[in-house]
C-alpha cells in the first residue's frame, strides 16, 4: 500500500486468516452448487462420481454396524443420508458433463495445420525452392505463435 502502515484491524486480518474460513466456505457452496447444476467437465464428474461411491461404500458399512448394534435411530438417520448420497449420485450420473471451449482454438488448429505442412516439407528428401525454404525458416516462429496462444488460453487450473 504505497509505504502506509496498515490498521491494526488490517493487520490482525493478515495475521489471523480469520477470512480464510468464511472463503473455503463460500467456495465449497460454490462447488456443490456447481454439481448440484451438473455443471461439471467429464473429468470433474468422473472424480466425483467416484468419490460419492466411495462415500456410500462408507455410509453402507456404518449402516451395517448400526443396524447390527441395535441402534435404529442411528440406522434409520444413516438411511436417510445414503439415499441422499445416492440421489445425488444418480443425478450427477445422468447429467451430461460440461465442455468449456478452448480459447483460440481456429487459430490453433489452422497453426498446427501450418506446423504439420513445415515439418513434412522439413522431412522431405527432395530439392526445395527458395519459398518453401523461407516456410521451413518460419516453423520457430510458427511454434512460438502456438506456444503463446496456448499460455493465453490457459485457465485457472490448466
Not at 497453426?111 to 513434412?120: A, I, N, Y
Amino acid at each position: 500500500v504505497a509505504g502506509e502502515a496498515v490498521s491494526e484491524a488490517e493487520q490482525e486480518r493478515y495475521a489471523t486468516g480469520a477470512a480464510l474460513a468464511d472463503k473455503a466456505a463460500w467456495l465449497a457452496g460454490e462447488m456443490q452448487a456447481m454439481m448440484d447444476r451438473g455443471e461439471l467437465s467429464a473429468l470433474e464428474q468422473r472424480e466425483t462420481l467416484q468419490q460419492l461411491g466411495a462415500k456410500a461404500e462408507a455410509l453402507e458399512a456404518q449402516l451395517a454396524r448400526a443396524r447390527e448394534e441395535g441402534k435404529e435411530k442411528k440406522a434409520h438417520k444413516l438411511a436417510g443420508v445414503l439415499e441422499e448420497l445416492r440421489g445425488r449420485r444418480d443425478a450427477l450420473a445422468r447429467a451430461a458433463p460440461v465442455k468449456y471451449p478452448v480459447k483460440h482454438d481456429k487459430a490453433l488448429r489452422q497453426l498446427r495445420k501450418e506446423l504439420r505442412e513445415v515439418e513434412r516439407l522439413e522431412a522431405s528428401k527432395q530439392l526445395t525452392d527458395v519459398a518453401t525454404l523461407r516456410r521451413i525458416g518460419a516453423k520457430g516462429d510458427l511454434e512460438a505463435e502456438i506456444a503463446a496462444l496456448e499460455a493465453d488460453g490457459l485457465g485457472w487450473f490448466d
